[in-house]
């Protein structure tokens, strides 16, 4: 395997010296408690008759249309660091020939070894890439970035208008801007709010743990369901909610009969684009918002409270994180596309799912935080819920039961 390298000059609109944006401080935040850089992004096959040429178009206008992707870092002292965007540099483009190897295996090894080298994002741009090539020709293309750059809606924008290679001005607010909009009287006055509702539902929640663990504290736990793929559009035509308050209800009710509550409460990932200004931005904008409900009763009333207090959550969820003591209560992110959801009465009541401990995470993760996703390859079709726990918060067997009530409810 032979590497090289492409210098590929770049040439953008705005720069300057800013605080961190709100989105940015909440991946911060996270990169530290969980002592991972975050990096995102993945790898797949090139069409063909693209060039190395081609390649470097693509990363050059990468860089000169988003602001984010030519940030780096400054830091400040003990204090957190300050973001930097440029206007102008060369980015690298790393051409690895894979020989008589297979491209694809060699792109799988690239993006592994991006992953595993922690970037110096004071002094580095952001974005790795690199083109995997058979004899030259261009076979896989690897990109790996923090999530410091954008988050997983923003990738998507980021990745439409790369492949149809938009010419007009970006969406929405740049980072800079978005900066200049929190700290004005506006920004002011969405902060305030946050903090109020944080700290009305926060007060009077019991934490979870700790307890002495015994073996691994941090581990994952994956239950792969085509049963609630078949079920879940169904309770939510029911109940009248959408999916993702279906799945949340269930989450807290799960983890209340577990630790014997009425009440419960999880933070839930909101995407905030639905704010003026965020929809089409190239930048981390989710933050979490917290979600207090009763859950006591049956699971319709449950699903009603949850719906009822999601609303808020989701208002609320736009703010400075270094300026509140969140809660380490458990956390939702439902990473599901839409458009790949309803899967409809085809796959009928579907089977249950079954239960998989995995690697656990790289570092300390949150007393609980469910990830959902879809499964779909060809004609099998689950739902994947991910949990990462704390045992020294949700024993594994608590776990376990979380997930498959999560199931039975559904």
Known sequence: MDVTHVDVPFAGTGSGQAELTWGQRAMYQAMLREHSWMPMGGHRAVAG??????????????????????????????????????????????????????????AVAVERSYREAEPDLARDWPVRMAVICRGGVPAWLVAIMPHLVTDGLGAAVMVDEVTRRV??????????????????????????????HWERHAAGLDAHGPRVV??????????????????????????????????????????????????VAARQVVSNRFRSGLSGVVSPITQLGLCAADVSGGFDAAVAAVARAALPARKHAYYDPFALDAPPTPCFNDRRSTAATAFGDAFGTGRPGTVAWSDPPPGPTEPLFLHVDHVQEQRFRAVRLMLDADTACFAPDEVEAIARTIEDLV
């Open 214 to 263: 015994d073996g691994p504290r941090y581990r994952k736990c994956v239950l792969e369901s085509p049963r609630l793929a078949a079920r879940l559009p169904h309770a939510a035509a029911r109940t009248g909610v959408d999916e993702s308050t279906v799945l949340l209800a269930a989450y807290l009710t799960a983890i209340g009969r577990v630790a014997g509550r009425g009440t």
């Open 49 to 106: 008759g693209t060039t190395v040429a081609a390649v470097a178009a693509e990363l050059r206008y990468t860089m000169e249309r988003y602001q984010a992707f030519r940030t780096r870092l400054r830091p400040r002292g003990e204090g957190p660091p300050a973001q930097v965007v440029a206007d102008a540099g060369v980015a690298r483009l790393d051409v690895v020939e894979a020989g008589g190897a297979d491209p694809a295996e060699v």
């Open 167 to 196: 010419a007009g001005p970006v969406a929405g607010l740049t980072p800079l801007e978005i900066v200049d909009w929190q700290a004005s009287p506006a920004g002011v006055r969405q902060h305030a709010g946050a903090l109020r």
